[in-house]
């Protein structure tokens, strides 16, 4: 079964990090755009940082830049989002998602083939 599989939520203080991982099950990501998304109590999904299929190209959230980097390793078919200098409002369950294609082409859910189920980060003293 084709699965996005997310880990490395969990609860830190303001001002820390975490790293999540975003492992594909049953096919190569080789072939995919990883997009990362996030949704907080009562507001909508919203994109946050996509990396291209080979790595080259990156994009970002206004709010996370210069605190949030994606990054993939295709050998061990993962994507990461390495998160510093978290703060309260980076509360959520964050989750990756893959789409056909090179390039990122932005964020909306169409797009997206495939979604994980998700891993909550809790930002809070």
């Known amino acids: 079964q084709l699965q996005l599989v997310e880990s490395g939520g969990g609860l830190v203080q303001p001002g820390g990090s975490l790293r999540l991982s975003c492992a594909a099950s049953?096919?190569?990501?080789?072939?995919?755009?990883i997009g990362w998304f996030r949704q907080a109590p009562g507001k909508e999904r919203e994109g946050v940082s996509c990396?291209?299929?080979?790595?080259?190209?990156?994009n970002y959230a206004d709010s996370v830049k210069g605190r949030f980097t994606i990054s993939r390793d295709n050998a061990k078919n993962t994507v990461y989002l390495q998160m510093t200098s978290l703060k309260p409002e980076d509360t959520a369950v964050y989750y990756c998602?893959?789409?056909?294609?090179?390039?990122?082409?932005?964020?909306?859910?169409?797009?997206?083939?495939?979604w994980g189920q998700g891993t909550q980060v809790t930002v809070s003293s």
């Open positions: 998602a893959a789409s056909r294609g090179y390039y990122c082409s932005g964020y909306d859910p169409w797009r997206y083939d495939l």
């Open positions: 049953e096919f190569a990501l080789d072939y995919y755009t």
């Open positions: 990396i291209s299929s080979r790595g080259g190209s990156t």
